[in-house]
């Protein structure tokens, strides 16, 4: 299956499938990995660059590309707008390059007629190669909690889940790997290996999405059994995550869990700081909410709220490498644009769900994608309410790459449907 597919693509094709599944291999364990994946597609799409007005117009016939492109539109005409409002500086609008260059990566997508192997295995491939980076750092050299070539544990961490998440799926919904055990196999691995290497990075706001991910699979495949059994599944499940946890280092999963409850007790009862992860973002959350309430439309601009931030956390003798910021999408938008901010953030992932939601209801050859895209923006949503993702470029980059990937591949497949209902 897998050589019929490739030889049906070009050569140039064959290469442009090849270097965009050498991207996102190593997309953790790569200086700048992300970014690398998105300038790929951007890169190939501008290869063809005398097609891109003819392809993009067919695309934008479609009602649903529209209501997506409406999100990204909102993202960065707000951020734009701000920028203008504040007088900020050039660097602001740097946070918008991977929503601008969508046209150029969907248009990448297409004209590679990017294979499906590509994603599927790709992904585990880089889940993988982030659980063993992770397991190479944190059990081998003892550098404590994992991050692979990121710039934070965090970021390492929810990205690994993100990989997971795509490896389950292709166990799920990869007709090869049905059909090739090894591919099956390979697939699963890369699911076991992104979950490790997110529990070694000591990340527990992305520990919540890996049970969901987990427990949507475990629905999923055992979908038109006994309800006795999906509930053995899903107890299954809970088992193997609580094992995982009893495996990695105490001092990353199992001490880092220890005490949440307690310390969130503690700071609603005396306002007390006494850690850096849980207490630290109660007091950050309280105050963006104080700064919303007093400017509540368009916010104090990002540099007089973070400068606030700074002087508001000085009593609290905040250690070297715990950054001024709101560790919130939507708290940090609020304290820093208004509600405009807000709403920008939340029309962008409103209407990114919307259309993958439209998508997984025009057919089974679109599903899987369509529901993988609904889960992203879902696990993004997550992710954003223990840490700015929208504000990190690892994040933003691999979000936009990610969004264009499947909206790519359901364009295909789209188009291969009725390709063959023509002949």
Request: charged letters at 10%.
């Amino acid at each position: 299956m897998l050589r019929i597919d490739m030889a049906s693509l070009t050569q140039r094709e064959r290469i442009h499938n090849g270097l965009v599944f050498a991207c996102l291999s190593v997309v953790l364990v790569m200086p700048g990995g992300p970014m690398l994946l998105a300038l790929c597609l951007a890169g190939m799409g501008l290869w063809s660059f005398k097609d891109l007005r003819t392809d993009l117009a067919q695309v934008w016939g479609s009602p649903v590309v529209r209501i997506m492109t409406m999100g990204f539109a909102i993202f960065v005409g707000v951020g734009f707008f701000l920028g203008i409002w504040y007088d900020y500086r050039p660097g602001h609008y740097e946070a918008f390059i991977p929503f601008l260059l969508a046209p150029l990566m969907l248009h990448g997508v297409l004209k590679a007629r990017l294979q499906p192997v590509v994603l599927w295995m790709g992904a585990a491939t880089a889940a993988v190669l982030a659980g063993a980076l992770a397991s190479y750092e944190s059990l081998v050299l003892l550098t404590g909690r994992a991050m692979g070539a990121m710039s934070h544990p965090i970021i390492f961490g929810d990205l690994s889940v993100v990989l997971a998440c795509i490896a389950l799926f292709g166990v799920l919904y990869f007709e090869q790997a049905k059909n090739q055990r090894w591919m099956l196999v390979y697939l699963s691995c890369g699911a076991a290996l992104g979950v490790w290497g997110s529990l070694l990075s000591g990340s527990k706001g992305g520990w919540l999405s890996i049970i969901m991910v987990l427990l949507v699979f475990v629905w999923r495949v055992t979908a038109g059994k006994a309800v006795i059994w999906r509930c053995l599944g899903v107890v299954l499940i809970l088992v193997l995550v609580a094992k995982g946890v009893w495996l990695a280092p105490e001092d990353l999963v199992r001490g880092r869990l220890e005490g949440v409850w307690g310390k969130i007790h503690h700071w609603f009862e005396t306002g007390q700081v006494t850690d850096w992860s849980v207490s630290i973002r109660l007091e950050l959350w309280s105050y963006a909410l104080q700064l919303f309430a007093q400017r509540p439309i368009l916010g104090w601009s990002g540099g007089e709220a973070l400068s606030m931030l700074a002087d508001h956390l000085k009593p609290f003798n905040v250690p070297v490498g715990v950054a001024p910021v709101f560790e919130n999408d939507l708290l940090h938008y609020a304290a820093v644009s208004g509600m405009v901010g807000v709403l920008s953030v939340l029309a962008l992932y409103g209407c990114v769900f919307a259309g993958f939601w439209l998508y997984q209801k025009q057919g089974a050859s679109t599903f899987a994608y369509a529901l993988l895209g609904m889960l992203l923006v879902a696990l993004y949503f997550e992710f954003g309410l223990t840490v700015n993702a929208l504000g990190r470029n690892a994040f933003r980059y691999f979000f936009c790459a990610m969004t264009v990937i499947l909206l790519g591949l359901i364009i295909l497949a789209t188009q291969e449907t009725k390709e063959s209902a023509w002949n």
